[in-house]
């Protein structure tokens, strides 16, 4: 499910893939407006599946520390204020969410971004954090 879910650099939120066009992505605007718009080879496109967390021993994929702050939130929206919250607040935050992490390379930004991007997924009925099925398979194949 990560995977189509999209980070623009330089435009705020979360973006769903809608389509491939020839030199294009098509995408769809994770917020109230759903505004679909052309992302173009210039800009920088990341998938959430392409993203993990670095820790002291090794790098947690995105998806299993959303799984960490969904259990921690039961479910709902995070009870942090990324915009308000302090350094220190964000830190405990992560702290709890995912112990191990590594204080000297995850930033504030990284914690307020994680956080948000947490929010969004939530508002729009995609928190289902399970394991991509391309690991799953490997996994068992070894």
Sequence with gaps: MLRTI???????GLYKLISRGKN????EALDATKKRQPVHGTDKVISLGDIAMYTDEEEV???KVFANV???EEGKPATIDPKKASANDLHE??????P???RDRVYNNDIKKL????????????????EPAEEAAE???E
């Design 115 to 130: 956080i948000s991007w947490y929010n969004i997924l939530v508002d729009n009925d995609m928190a289902d954090f399970e």
């Design 24 to 27: 294009m992505l098509i995408v």
């Design 100 to 102: 191990n992490y590594d």
């Design 70 to 72: 969904k259990a921690k």
């Design 61 to 63: 994929p995105l998806y």
């Design 6 to 12: 999209l980070s623009i650099s330089g435009k705020p």
């Design 139 to 141: 996994e068992v194949a």
């Design 93 to 98: 935050y992560m702290a709890a969410v995912l």
